[in-house]
């Protein structure tokens, strides 16, 4: 992993910064990778990717929340989405993270709270993908993705992430659900004792995890920007004759625009990831670390003033 990556994701928990970086917000570029700071300022970012043919998710943004309450908060924004991407006949679902919804409080306080956006998702026929965060919550993760399937739930997906070598073994496990899964290569800062340190060794893993997945009988989410990967994707599906509704690409807002609608020409569902919301900091430092060159971006704007 390169030293610079390593060092964005360690300032990404860095108070002080955040607190600067907050400050100077959308005018630093943060509104190349969010949709905005509100649902309001969301919505019309979401129908004008709709028209352009592409499927959308939203998030609020927000994780590692330590207070019950605000996780009830949270909750009622989320069903407030909900309605609302119904009212407004959007193509976009809901991606959420257990910790915005207590996980890192109570593992029952999330499952309590997920359970209820899921049902209130299924009620205007609508999908909630559990995002992966960081491996001390990749047990809780699955173990309530696990709990809500069993329980009948059939709207709901979650995340694998390919730096992770406990992924495969995951996968395997899954299997007999039928899972709809994301899978991505990883964005958070992991130890060499449990996640791969070179980007080839993730490539490769992430390859196999896609080959398990789409072989399998549940729904696959090709989430990467990495062309080879897109690729490959495409070749083995026409090789297998995977129907193409068994699976999408995903990618990030303001990531590889011209390659999602590329996509989209060829024929394949793509859906783009387009979060909101005033607490984007952490976000917008794991899309830094992504590609240090970013940085750049960001900095030539604060030049320009
Ligand atoms: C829809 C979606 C959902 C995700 N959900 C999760 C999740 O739940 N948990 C999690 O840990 N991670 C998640 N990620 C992030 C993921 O783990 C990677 O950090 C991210 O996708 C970058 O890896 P890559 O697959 O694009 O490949 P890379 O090898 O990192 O990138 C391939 C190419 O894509 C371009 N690129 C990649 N990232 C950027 C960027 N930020 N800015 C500009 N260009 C870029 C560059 O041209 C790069 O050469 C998600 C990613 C996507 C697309």
Redesign the pocket.
């Given at each position: 992993m390169s030293a610079l990556r390593s060092l964005i994701l360690a300032a990404s928990e860095n108070r002080r910064l955040q607190r600067f970086v907050q400050r100077y917000g959308f005018r630093l570029g943060a509104s190349r990778?969010v949709a905005g700071e509100t649902l309001d300022d969301a919505v019309p970012v979401l129908r004008r990717l709709n028209e352009n043919g592409l499927l959308t998710?939203t998030t609020l943004l927000g994780e590692g929340v330590r207070d019950e309450a605000e996780t009830r908060a949270v909750v009622l924004v989320y069903r407030d989405v909900l309605d609302r991407v119904q009212a407004e006949g959007l193509r976009a679902n809901v991606?959420l993270?257990l910790t915005h919804l207590g996980l890192s409080i109570d593992e029952e306080l999330a499952y309590r709270n997920v359970a209820e956006l899921v049902e209130h998702a299924a009620q205007v026929g609508n999908f909630i993908?559990i995002?992966?965060?960081e491996s001390r919550h990749v047990d809780g993760t699955l173990r309530i993705y696990r709990r809500l399937r069993e329980g009948g739930h059939a709207n709901v997906g979650t995340?694998l992430?390919s730096?992770l070598f406990r992924s495969e073994d995951d996968l395997a496990a899954l299997l007999p659900l039928a899972p709809n899964l994301?899978i991505?290569?990883?964005?958070?800062l992991e130890p060499a004792e449990i996640a791969y340190p070179q980007?080839r060794d993730?490539?490769a893993a992430?390859a196999r995890l896609l080959e398990t997945s789409l072989g399998g009988e549940g729904f696959t989410?090709v989430?990467?920007?990495?062309?080879a990967?897109i690729e490959h994707a495409i070749s083995f599906a026409r090789e297998r004759a995977i129907p193409s509704g068994r699976f999408q690409f995903?990618?990030?807002y303001?990531?590889?625009p011209r390659l999602q609608l590329e996509l989209v020409q060829r024929g394949y569902d793509v859906?783009?990831?387009t979060p909101y919301g005033p607490d984007w900091y952490r976000y917008l430092m794991?899309?830094?670390?992504?590609?240090p060159?970013?940085l750049l971006f960001l900095l030539r704007n604060l030049v320009r003033g």
């Amino acid at each position: 992993m390169s030293a610079l990556r390593s060092l964005i994701l360690a300032a990404s928990e860095n108070r002080r910064l955040q607190r600067f970086v907050q400050r100077y917000g959308f005018r630093l570029g943060a509104s190349r990778f969010v949709a905005g700071e509100t649902l309001d300022d969301a919505v019309p970012v979401l129908r004008r990717l709709n028209e352009n043919g592409l499927l959308t998710n939203t998030t609020l943004l927000g994780e590692g929340v330590r207070d019950e309450a605000e996780t009830r908060a949270v909750v009622l924004v989320y069903r407030d989405v909900l309605d609302r991407v119904q009212a407004e006949g959007l193509r976009a679902n809901v991606a959420l993270k257990l910790t915005h919804l207590g996980l890192s409080i109570d593992e029952e306080l999330a499952y309590r709270n997920v359970a209820e956006l899921v049902e209130h998702a299924a009620q205007v026929g609508n999908f909630i993908r559990i995002d992966m965060e960081e491996s001390r919550h990749v047990d809780g993760t699955l173990r309530i993705y696990r709990r809500l399937r069993e329980g009948g739930h059939a709207n709901v997906g979650t995340v694998l992430q390919s730096y992770l070598f406990r992924s495969e073994d995951d996968l395997a496990a899954l299997l007999p659900l039928a899972p709809n899964l994301r899978i991505v290569k990883g964005a958070y800062l992991e130890p060499a004792e449990i996640a791969y340190p070179q980007k080839r060794d993730v490539d490769a893993a992430y390859a196999r995890l896609l080959e398990t997945s789409l072989g399998g009988e549940g729904f696959t989410a090709v989430a990467t920007h990495d062309e080879a990967l897109i690729e490959h994707a495409i070749s083995f599906a026409r090789e297998r004759a995977i129907p193409s509704g068994r699976f999408q690409f995903q990618m990030l807002y303001g990531v590889r625009p011209r390659l999602q609608l590329e996509l989209v020409q060829r024929g394949y569902d793509v859906l783009v990831a387009t979060p909101y919301g005033p607490d984007w900091y952490r976000y917008l430092m794991r899309r830094l670390a992504e590609r240090p060159a970013n940085l750049l971006f960001l900095l030539r704007n604060l030049v320009r003033g």
